[in-house]
């Protein structure tokens, strides 16, 4: 809005009043008016400029005082100039909190550096991620903070056109993947993505690659032995023949095993979760497997069952059978002769628990994590000496997790091993009798 010119009008009105005074001081004999007149208006002048002043001191009021005349017009700019201001900074507050709000909404964590590598401002996932402070941290070079050897060398290389991965300070266990990306003028922006998932991911496909193809080299190493063995005999009667088949027949197996586990595994990984769910008669699938561990224990251990058999849930009978006969198996194999092994199948905070607790050595904390991915071992020599495939867990845990449950797995070194199964209740049959014990 554009203002008038007041300095015509007020030029006017000045000359004219001088005029008038000085004619009438004249014509009346009295020329001290027009001096009275000048000293009135300096008064008027001055009281303006203090009110002026003090309104700028010390006034906490959002509008000046209010003027007439040319003061009228100054303090009138001045009122529409500080609304300008006003409306301006809002509209910057309100654009600086948007982009705050979109920058904690953000998946990655992000840092503002100034040309110097100084950290000027974050957002929320850059504190989780980094263990970085407001405002403490403010103002502190990035390179003091994260002084991980590879960012370290990051920041020399100054080549932004790539990334850096590192374990996050906060968390160890959290893989972040970090960039810098020039803009503006002079300034930077850092970008931290947690990848921990893709990293683990891609760690387990190197380890399904390397130890498949060591899994399947094995057995098939052993075959063309005894089948080499065999060609170069000149006699073959049935005492020569009968230990190099007993071995073929065995890595025959351990193959067939592998294969089948992992085509089982495929299977669960590729199809949709079970729909179609009938209730299952889960005593007599706990009777059957108890009984097939008890003769690949040979004896050598101590089974017992305890089932709550009022308690149902609906689910695909060959995956649960096979999840129950790997926790059990893996139980047999990792628990030395004259160890006990426990199953119990019964209700703990409204889930269907079935628990099975060895008396084994145990499992470092640190490998339980990792239990259930493929052909993880904990103990590699001794996982191949028993002949096992190493997916037995990884079927377990997709097996539960396709009916709605989960495993969960606590282990104490040199008194046992404990790995539970928690699947949602489908039924109770009342009345209940009581729990079967064998």
Known sequence: MLMSNPWPAVVFRTVAGGAFLAVFGLATGVPWLVLLAGAALL??????????????????????????????HVLDG????????????????????????????????????SAAGEMQWWNRLASRYLGLQWPLDRGQRIANLIRHPDFAAYLT?????????????????????IRIVPYGDHQQMLLARDVSELHRLETMRRDFVGNVSHELRTPLTVLQGMSEQLGEMESLDAEDLQRPLALMD????????????????????????????????????????????????????GISLTADESLSIEGDEDEIRSALSNLLSNAVKYTAAGGRIDVRWFVAEGAACLAVADTGRGIPAHHIPRLTERFYRVDAGRAARDGGTGLGLAIVKHVLSRHGARLEITSEMGVGSTFTALFPIAARVSPAPDASVS
């Open 250 to 301: 065995q890595q025959i197996g351990r193959m067939t095993r592998l294969v089948d586990d992992l085509l089982l595994l495929s299977r669960l990984e590729t199809e949709r979760p079970v729909v179609d769910r009938a209730a299952l008669d889960m005593p007599r699938l706990l009777d059957e497997a108890v009984e097939e561990a008890r003769a690949l224990s040979g004896g050598q251990h």
């Open 78 to 113: 001045l009122d529409r100039q500080q609304n300008r201001q006003r409306a301006r900074r809002l509209r910057l507050v309100g654009l600086l909190r948007r982009f705050r709000e979109g920058a904690n909404a953000m998946p990655d964590g992000t840092i503002v550096l």
């Open 157 to 177: 290389a100054r080549d932004w056109t790539a990334a850096v991965k590192i374990p996050s300070p906060q968390d160890p266990r959290r893989t972040l993947e």
């Open 43 to 72: 008064v008027h002048q001055l009281v303006q400029v203090y009110r002026l002043e003090r309104w700028l001191r010390t006034s906490r009021r959002r509008h000046p005082p209010r003027g007439r005349g040319l003061w009228g």
